[in-house]
């Protein structure tokens, strides 16, 4: 076992990583007590180049020795933990956000690998996002909480890791809560912040747990008799995500959790009056993983309201939920045709009521080559309810706030587009918000290239096709509506007002045109086109 000992005087344990190097098991131990525990690719040879300094925050334990211990040592150099050191600060590179494949508008971390978004919620004028994160690595693992907050859904201040892996496994995803009637008896009659999340991989399988926090998120404590909730068939690795909230009508809170029951991905229904204690409700077949679960205005009516019971990727059932079953409208609809579209969320507690509720989900992908993070979220979406020719829908647009990225502005109205007559504008930069009005009249197909991505729409068919995927659109007359984010490695399509979208991550070839708009095998008609290029959110 290789260790080494170290005086607590600054904030941060600094560590290098080397991609693909032997994942090392390394514990950190304060006051004979593990206080981290994680895998990481840590760099043998520090004659050679790192690809990654990553950071965890020891602020905590200030003053204290710590002793970092390896208890794999086979295949290491002897002095593989003298590189190891702690700093006051977290450790950054100078171009930290201004890397080739960095996003600009869409949330990254700053360091390490992001999936999930979790405990999305709003609290006295601060969005809070919650993530699956890998701290340590550029990979999936070590299952944190990362944290960050933004006043305007654009701007976004990271924090602290909110919560660390513990000996009942990782922190996988969930939901954050406000118990402003202190009904969990944590708050001394006040109210607090409560995330629930599932344990996984660990002793006991996939549990249910939460942490409280009494100072709006900034530190966290997780409840001592975790887990609150188990599977009767524990340990149990379908049994996950808790999503949270209080239901006024019962007055009492619901958890809806993915279940895998009688062989059907579910959501599992339970309530409780503190917590602490849950008790089984009901379940339906149809939601897989991430289950979302609020109320949203019917066309802006908040005297008509429906349910909205969201599942992981870009599906959702519309109904009544009376705080025992969730009765389903029209059975599972699909708005997400993307490639790269998983674990949508919802911020709860929103300013907005039940007039809007803003969306972030996981756009996962595969490596951003030699980058110092992996993985991104999609840009906030406002998700609202409409009345349609088939019923009450749910639409999904970007938030109104992208508005304070805009920029240049160049516009076109009633101008014919034909085959040999294409459109392509003198475009800057790689940051675009677009908007097109187009009357296709009698052409066939409409083209548009972004980059070197092509999205087709096809007149005969109906169809919309890009990134290998395609939807029928069902569109009534020739008047076809697109709505499109292009950051440096994403394009999100929303169509016909965001009654469908697209969400897909991709490595942008810089050399190609940025935009060019065709017709072909007749002429069409462009009603209104804007771009707006657009600012970084750095």
């Known amino acids: ?13 600094n560590l290098p ?28 040879n520090m004659d050679e180049p790192v690809d990654l300094w990553v950071s965890t925050n020891i602020s905590e334990f200030a003053g204290k020795a710590m002793e970092i211990r390896m208890p794999e040592p086979s295949g290491a150099e002897e002095n593989i933990l003298e590189s190891l050191y702690i700093g006051d600060r977290f450790l950054v590179e100078d171009d930290l956000f201004k890397e080739t494949y960095r996003p600009q508008f869409h949330f990254t971390t700053r360091k390490g690998w992001i999936n999930d978004p979790n405990g999305l919620i709003y609290y006295k004028g601060e969005y809070h996002l919650f ?65 629930f999340f599932s344990h996984a991989h660990g002793p006991r399988g996939q549990i249910q747990s939460f942490a409280y926090s009494t100072d709006d998120g900034r530190t966290w404590t997780k409840y001592e008799n975790n887990p609150v909730l188990t599977s009767e068939n524990e340990p149990d690795n379908n049994f996950r ?24 991905s579910s959501a599992a229904f339970y309530y409780s009056q503190d917590l602490k204690s849950w008790e089984f409700l009901s379940y339906i077949p149809g939601i897989h993983e991430c289950p979302d679960v609020f109320e949203l205005a019917v066309d802006g009516d908040v005297n008509n309201r429906k349910w909205v019971l969201l599942g992981v990727q870009g599906t959702y059932m519309l109904g009544e939920f009376d705080g025992h079953h969730f009765v389903s409208e029209a059975g599972l609809i699909t708005f997400e045709y993307g490639t790269h579209f998983s674990a949508t969320q919802s911020f709860a507690h929103s300013p907005d009521g039940y007039m ?40 999904r647009n970007p938030a109104k706030e992208i508005e304070m990225l805009r920029d240049r502005e160049q516009g076109w109205t009633n101008l014919l587009l034909s085959q040999d007559t294409p459109l392509i504008p003198e475009l800057e930069g790689r940051l675009f918000d677009i908007e097109l009005e187009i009357d296709l009249q009698d052409a066939e197909k409409i083209g548009l290239r972004i980059h ?47 009654e469908f979208t697209f969400s897909a991550c991709y490595i942008q070839d810089f050399g190609s045109k940025p935009f060019e708009l065709y017709a072909a095998g007749g002429t069409a008609f462009i009603k209104q086109l804007s771009i707006w290029e657009l600012k970084s959110m750095y």
């Open 1 to 13: 076992m290789y260790s080494k000992q170290l005086q607590i005087t600054g904030d941060y344990l």
């Open 17 to 44: 990583v080397r991609n693909k190097a032997p994942k090392r098991l390394v514990q950190l131990i304060v006051d004979e007590k593990t206080v981290r525990h994680f895998k990481i690719e840590l760099a043998e």
């Open 131 to 195: 993530y699956q994160h890998n701290p340590f690595g550029v990979g999936w693992g070590n299952m944190h909480w990362g944290h960050a907050v933004s006043k305007d859904l654009i701007h976004w201040e990271e924090l602290p890791v909110a919560l660390y892996p513990d000996d009942l496994g990782m922190i996988y995803s969930g939901s954050s809560l406000i118990d402003s009637k202190d009904t969990s008896g944590l708050f001394d009659g006040g109210e607090g912040m409560v995330a």
């Open 241 to 264: 995500d808790p999503k949270v909230f209080w239901h006024e009508k019962t007055q009492r809170w619901i958890m809806a959790v993915y279940k895998a029951i009688a062989g059907k």
């Open 356 to 395: 809007r509720r803003v969306q972030l989900a996981w756009m996962r992908f595969g490596l951003y080559p030699d980058m110092p993070f992996n993985q991104q979220l999609t840009f906030p979406c406002e998700l609202t309810l409409r009345n349609t020719r088939n019923g009450v829908r749910m639409f």
């Open 452 to 498: 070197d991505e092509t999205i087709r729409y096809n007149a005969k068919d109906r169809y919309l096709k890009c990134f290998g995927k395609s939807v029928r659109t069902n569109l009534q007359g020739t008047i076809l509506k697109l709505r499109i984010l292009v950051d440096v490695t994403s394009i999100e399509i929303f169509v016909q007002d965001g």
